[in-house]
T-cell receptor, first 118, second 114 residues
Framework: NAGVMQNPRHLVRRRGQEARLRCSPM?????VYWYRQLPEEGLKFMVY????????ESGMPKERFSAEFPKEGPSILRIQQVVRGDSAAYFC????????????????FGPGTRLTVT | GEDVEQSLFLSVREGDSSVINCTYT??????LYWYKQEPGAGLQLLTY?????DMKQDQRLTVLLNKKDKHLSLRIADTQTGDSAIYFC??????????????FGAGTQVVVTP
């Protein structure tokens, strides 16, 4: 059973370009979470999605950032018109369908995409 | 300020015990977690503890929870060079939608020296 897969692992973009980060959850997982890790900081929650639904996007910047998890295919985190401050590691995590029960958050993390904006 | 705080660095000799400390603020947290991040890799769940427990032991790992002081610690016995990594403490923040949003500390870099 493959783990959470993210691609690309490294992405370089010039200021003003678009960045697309992909996440394939573990087999059987229907919940996806995106986190951002700035240098020497912990992970900050961005968005929580289920298939075709955004459940919680309270950590997502209001502009330039969007996320989707379509019925078929990977989850996509899209950053338009990137700026230097977007340089970070972006991690995706997934969890099984019943993992919200009793408050336990069973999240499995991918290896991350390291975005560098030049 | 941060909801979850950790010391940033710990140096330990191979074979000694490591103790990593964490404080958190959300008294409604139901679960607290320890994750390990090796260089260039994602986070790996090491262990977790339910908030009505004081202690949990799992092989070389011991988690202690002081709910009154909102203090969590992770002890690694007989520390090995493979334990060198960044260790993150995380708590659940229960949202209005009743899902457990993870709040992470900044991580403790553990360096194991021979």
């Amino acid at each position: 059973n493959a783990g959470v897969m993210q691609n690309p692992r490294h992405l370089v973009r010039r200021r003003g370009q678009e960045a697309r980060l992909r996440c394939s959850p573990m087999k059987g997982h229907s919940h996806v979470y995106w986190y951002r890790q700035l240098p020497e900081e912990g992970l900050k929650f961005m968005v929580y999605l289920q298939k075709e639904n955004i459940i919680d996007e309270s950590g997502m910047p209001k502009e330039r950032f969007s996320a989707e998890f379509p019925k078929e295919g990977p989850s996509i985190l899209r950053i338009q018109q990137v700026v230097r401050g977007d340089s970070a590691a972006y991690f995706c995590a997934s969890s099984p369908p019943n993992s919200r029960l009793a408050g336990f958050s069973e999240q499995y993390f991918g290896p991350g995409t390291r975005l560098t904006v030049t | 300020g941060e909801d979850v705080e950790q010391s940033l660095f710990l140096s330990v000799r191979e074979g000694d015990s490591s103790v990593i400390n964490c404080t958190y603020t959300d008294s409604s947290s139901t679960y607290l977690y320890w994750y390990k991040q090796e260089p260039g890799a994602g986070l790996q769940l090491l262990t977790y503890i339910f908030s009505n427990m004081d202690m949990k032991q799992d092989q070389r790992l011991t988690v202690l929870l002081n709910k009154k002081d909102k203090h969590l610690s992770l002890r690694i016995a007989d520390t090995q060079t493979g334990d060198s990594a960044i260790y993150f403490c995380a708590e659940n923040e229960m949202t209005t939608d009743s899902w457990g949003k993870l709040q992470f500390g900044a991580g403790t870099q553990v360096v194991v020296t021979p």
